[in-house]
């Protein structure tokens, strides 16, 4: 009987972890000046996150676990570099059930429900029906209804719902229509903005109130609102303007391929929906009655699970591996700024010196092109850490930029997973892409740079 556990994924796998561990331990031994001990043997840390997070030799939530494993036995051992004593080491497991992961859980269980009972689909069919046959219209009417959906559910999904709406009608289309390319791009380009809109809507939101709480900057799911919803109806325009321009159509009227005789919602998916539309009410007035967004999202947690609308089965579906990460993330900012190491990477760099709107453009065009390449997920764990500290620029201003921004860079397939879905469609070039997504990419960091710069 063979082995099969070292399959060539997995020896590939192992050899880019010992390699990240290898180089983790070689930057723990430089004697840089002004760095502790802890901070040493952090920076270490950092170094193999980033080295897994790039390459992503497994799932990204199992670094997160690396992590605190390393950051426990390296630093939160008793009599330790940090000095912590007992249970002292909790504190890098905290963050793994923080208010913010909390917040995330609940939302992904409401998504769980609205897709289970198709109130997705039903919503879609229900407000594209109504958008006309004027091309310019159908786009703008699926990007919106994309970035709406996105708010609530995974980008991913949002892509893979509407994107079986969109292909049957760009079949339709002759084969020199530029404008297929259009909506086929117009689907995983508004999932991605979409997700800028709520907390919940996309992990770099999460993450980045969660650094935030860490420093004391505590932010409400309305107060996100207030800054993303904006952010999100400039930027659903500005994509529709590009795409438009870009893949002007030939055509004069598009019909979609949506009828309006759907099945109405049964008396449970009714019911989702009203639980649905009261805790979004409960987020949004948490300064009324005072109720943690986090305790909020317990709530269909609770119903949902009671009643047995959704079972053991969805309870596997949600986005553990996204809670993971964001948990990890978190760990390694609480590891970084309790040894200094934080601190010490900001003294290196003469922020002062740039000014305010230079270092949020410096933030924003990092997350920008890390973003292209690896996970928005990973670019906010990394970089998070580091801006939220800088005593020149406000945290919250750092935290945002760097998380909205590594929602709106989709310059490439590997950019994030609705742009591998459309790509995967066979009615776009790479080149499509990466001509219309570096051009959208560069004017929205140009725009949520200017706005957080003039709002905070």
Same mark, same amino acid.
């Given at each position: 009987?063979?082995?099969?556990? /070292?399959?060539?994924?997995?020896?590939?796998?192992?050899?880019?972890?010992?390699?990240?561990?290898?180089?983790?331990?070689?930057?723990?031994?430089?004697?840089?000046?002004?760095?502790?001990?802890?901070?040493?043997?952090?920076?270490?840390?950092?170094?193999?996150?980033?080295?897994?997070?790039?390459?992503?030799?497994?799932? *990204?939530?199992?670094?997160?676990?690396?992590?605190?494993?390393?950051?426990?036995?390296?630093?939160?051992?008793?009599?330790?570099?940090?000095?912590?004593?007992?249970?002292?080491?909790?504190?890098?497991?905290?963050?793994? /059930?923080?208010?913010?992961?909390? *917040?995330?859980?609940?939302?992904?269980?409401?998504?769980?429900?609205?897709?289970?009972?198709?109130?997705?689909?039903?919503?879609?069919?229900?407000?594209?029906?109504?958008?006309?046959?004027?091309?310019?219209?159908?786009?703008?009417?699926?990007?919106?209804?994309?970035?709406?959906?996105?708010?609530?559910?995974?980008?991913?999904?949002?892509?893979?719902?509407?994107?079986?709406?969109?292909?049957?009608?760009?079949?339709?289309?002759?084969?020199?229509?530029?404008?297929?390319?259009?909506?086929?791009?117009?689907?995983?380009?508004?999932?991605?903005?979409?997700?800028?809109?709520?907390?919940? +809507?996309?992990?770099?939101?999460?993450?980045?109130?969660?650094?935030?709480?860490?420093?004391?900057?505590?932010?409400?799911?309305?107060?996100?609102?207030?800054?993303?919803?904006?952010?999100?109806?400039?930027?659903?325009?500005?994509?529709?303007?590009?795409?438009?321009?870009?893949?002007?159509?030939?055509?004069?009227?598009?019909?979609?391929?949506?009828?309006?005789?759907?099945?109405?919602?049964?008396?449970?998916?009714?019911?989702?929906?009203?639980?649905?539309?009261?805790?979004?009410?409960?987020?949004?007035?948490?300064?009324?009655?005072?109720?943690?967004?986090?305790?909020?999202?317990?709530?269909?947690?609770?119903?949902?699970? +009671?009643?047995?609308?959704?079972?053991?089965?969805?309870?596997?579906?949600?986005?553990?591996?996204?809670?993971?990460?964001?948990?990890?993330?978190?760990?390694?900012?609480?590891?970084?700024?309790?040894?200094?190491?934080?601190?010490?990477?900001?003294?290196?760099?003469?922020?002062?010196?740039?000014?305010?709107?230079?270092?949020? /453009?410096?933030?924003?065009?990092?997350?920008?092109?890390?973003?292209?390449?690896?996970?928005?997920?990973?670019?906010?764990?990394?970089? *998070?850490?580091?801006?939220?500290?800088?005593?020149?620029?406000?945290?919250?201003?750092?935290?945002?930029?760097?998380?909205?921004?590594?929602?709106?860079?989709?310059?490439?397939?590997?950019?994030?997973?609705?742009?591998?879905?459309?790509? +995967?469609? +066979?009615?776009?070039?790479?080149?499509?892409?990466?001509?219309?997504?570096?051009?959208?990419?560069?004017?929205?960091?140009?725009?949520?740079?200017?706005?957080?710069?003039?709002?905070?």
């Amino acid at each position: 009987m063979s082995l099969t556990i /070292f399959t060539r994924k997995n020896r590939k796998a192992i050899l880019i972890l010992a390699i990240a561990l290898v180089a983790g331990a070689a930057v723990s031994r430089i004697p840089f000046e002004g760095l502790s001990e802890a901070g040493r043997l952090t920076f270490g840390i950092f170094t193999m996150a980033a080295i897994l997070w790039v390459l992503e030799p497994f799932s *990204l939530y199992v670094t997160s676990f690396i992590i605190v494993i390393l950051a426990v036995i390296l630093l939160g051992r008793s009599g330790g570099p940090l000095g912590l004593t007992g249970s002292g080491y909790m504190i890098f497991l905290n963050p793994f /059930f923080s208010s913010v992961v909390v *917040l995330l859980l609940g939302g992904f269980v409401m998504a769980q429900a609205v897709k289970r009972y198709g109130i997705d689909t039903w919503l879609s069919r229900k407000l594209l029906h109504r958008v006309g046959s004027k091309p310019g219209a159908v786009l703008l009417g699926m990007m919106v209804m994309c970035a709406f959906l996105s708010m609530w559910i995974s980008n991913t999904a949002t892509t893979a719902l509407m994107m079986a709406v969109a292909i049957p009608v760009a079949n339709t289309l002759p084969g020199n229509e530029p404008f297929r390319k259009a909506m086929i791009l117009g689907i995983p380009f508004a999932s991605n903005i979409g997700g800028i809109g709520t907390p919940i +809507g996309s992990p770099p939101n999460a993450i980045a109130m969660g650094f935030l709480e860490q420093a004391g900057h505590e932010m409400t799911f309305l107060g996100w609102m207030t800054i993303g919803i904006p952010i999100v109806v400039v930027l659903i325009l500005v994509c529709w303007l590009v795409l438009y321009t870009l893949f002007r159509p030939k055509i004069d009227t598009i019909e979609l391929d949506v009828s309006e005789e759907t099945e109405s919602l049964d008396n449970r998916s009714k019911f989702i929906l009203v639980v649905f539309l009261l805790v979004v009410g409960l987020w949004l007035t948490s300064s009324l009655h005072g109720i943690p967004s986090s305790i909020v999202a317990l709530i269909p947690f609770v119903i949902f699970f +009671g009643l047995r609308l959704l079972d053991d089965d969805d309870l596997r579906e949600l986005g553990w591996g996204i809670l993971f990460i964001v948990g990890g993330g978190m760990s390694l900012g609480v590891a970084m700024r309790e040894s200094g190491l934080s601190e010490w990477m900001v003294s290196q760099i003469d922020f002062a010196a740039m000014g305010t709107l230079g270092i949020l /453009f410096l933030f924003a065009a990092v997350a920008a092109i890390m973003t292209t390449f690896i996970s928005n997920s990973a670019t906010a764990n990394l970089l *998070l850490p580091i801006v939220v500290g800088i005593a020149a620029i406000s945290p919250v201003s750092s935290a945002l930029v760097v998380a909205i921004v590594s929602s709106a860079a989709m310059i490439l397939p590997v950019s994030t997973p609705p742009n591998a879905i459309a790509y +995967g469609s +066979g009615h776009i070039e790479v080149r499509d892409m990466a001509k219309s997504g570096t051009l959208i990419t560069a004017l929205s960091l140009v725009f949520v740079t200017l706005v957080i710069y003039f709002l905070f």
